[in-house]
């Protein structure tokens, strides 16, 4: 499995920005994606989660009611809508993928086998 992942920029506090991630290979509707972020000096932390088959999602404290995820399957692309950006969202983020994980593994970045590179968000203030 193949991840692409996009969109990234400089954008104002209060702007919105939606990244994409466009993923390939032997997957399937069990299989689940998620977006995690790391800033500089800090550890990668989970942002937001859903499975293909669209029936679970799930999102960090910090950016729910921000940020929705959502997939276009017939896109292969996992995309995160982000509005009200804050400078504390600035960050690398980074989309990954695994197959048949749970509600409660989503979150956690050792869940997931595949990895696909960076795109960096800057919010300015």
């Known amino acids: 499995v193949q991840l692409q992942a996009s969109g990234g920029g400089l954008v104002q506090a209060g702007g919105s920005l939606r990244l994409s991630c466009v993923y390939s290979?032997?997957?399937?509707?069990?299989?689940?994606v998620g977006w995690f972020r790391q800033a500089p000096g800090k550890e990668r932390e989970f942002v937001a989660g859903?499975?293909?088959?669209?029936?679970?999602?799930r999102y960090a404290d910090s950016v729910k009611g921000r940020f929705t995820i959502s997939t276009d399957k017939a896109k292969s692309t996992v995309y995160l809508q982000m509005n009200s950006l804050k400078s504390e969202d600035t960050a690398i983020y980074s989309c990954?993928?695994?197959?048949?994980?749970?509600?409660?593994?989503?979150?956690?970045?050792?869940?997931?086998?595949?990895w696909g590179q960076g795109t960096l968000v800057t919010v300015s203030s």
């Open positions: 990954a993928a695994a197959p048949r994980l749970i509600w409660s593994q989503l979150g956690v970045p050792s869940s997931y086998h595949y």
């Open positions: 290979g032997r997957t399937s509707n069990d299989y689940a």
């Open positions: 859903l499975r293909l088959s669209g029936s679970t999602t």
